[in-house]
T-cell receptor, first 112, second 118 residues
Framework: AQSVTQLDSQVPVFEEAPVELRCNYS??????LFWYVQYPNQGLQLLLK??????LVESINGFEAEFNKSQTSFHLRKPSVHISDTAEYFC??????????FGTGTRLKVLA | DTGVSQDPRHKITKRGQNVTFRCDPI?????LYWYRQTLGQGPEFLTY????????KSRLLSDRFSAERPKGSFSTLEIQRTEQGDSAMYLC????????????????FGPGTRLTVT
């Protein structure tokens, strides 16, 4: 069985500071890895994904995540956050089929 | 492309009542998914349709739950005899057909229907 662990339920950070949201997964098979973001009163939006190839993937708004197979991690980072990054972030795995398995989410609160 | 839409956005019902939610996927998306999200948790998979065929149902989907996608376009999720434990956000997602199987298809999520059972 697969599972996803997001240890931090809430992360407060000051504007322009760096942030890392942690994600660890457990799986006996190869998985595809995703980060989704959910802004207040909106649906989940794909932020970035790892399917194969380079282990470092980037989003268009400055986030990046690195797939670390040995540590079974896919942590999300941003060197300088903005107020508009305040949202809930979900890490998910897909074990080669169509079904996502989500973590419990991390609420990022960017402070002015 | 107007995105995935869900109706209603909010539903308050009394325990024991039946409720039905609707999901309209992005046009030409043949894959449709339902998830449930409770407070403090990530979304949990409920069921998956490819066209009109329901290919998988989670064990979370008890006998009181039924989902349909009669013409391979919109989908409905019905909950009969609602219980307080059914209170949650119900999310719908869709994805396009992919040649060679569902390897890397992105799922596009709707805004969800928030159900409160009193």
């Amino acid at each position: 069985a697969q599972s996803v662990t997001q240890l931090d339920s809430q992360v407060p950070v000051f504007e322009e500071a760096p942030v890392e949201l942690r994600c660890n997964y457990s799986s006996s098979v190869s998985v595809y890895l995703f980060w989704y973001v959910q802004y207040p009163n909106q649906g989940l939006q794909l932020l970035l994904k790892y399917l194969s190839g380079s282990t470092l993937v980037e989003s268009i708004n400055g986030f990046e995540a690195e797939f670390n197979k040995s540590q079974t991690s896919f942590h999300l980072r941003k060197p300088s956050v903005h107020i508009s990054d305040t949202a809930e972030y979900f890490c998910a795995v897909r074990p080669g089929t169509y079904k996502y398995i989500f973590g419990t989410g991390t609420r990022l609160k960017v402070l002015a | 492309d107007t995105g995935v839409s869900q109706d209603p956005r909010h539903k308050i019902t009394k325990r024991g009542q039946n409720v039905t939610f609707r999901c309209d996927p992005i046009s030409e998306h043949n894959r449709l998914y339902w998830y449930r999200q409770t407070l403090g948790q990530g979304p949990e998979f409920l069921t998956y349709f490819q066209n009109e065929a329901q290919l998988e149902k989670s064990r979370l989907l008890s006998d009181r739950f039924s989902a349909e996608r009669p013409k391979g376009s919109f989908s409905t999720l019905e909950i009969q005899r609602t219980e307080q434990g059914d209170s949650a956000m119900y999310l719908c997602a869709s994805s396009p057909p992919t040649a060679g199987g569902p390897t890397n298809d992105e799922q596009y999520f709707g805004p969800g229907t928030r159900l409160t059972v009193t």
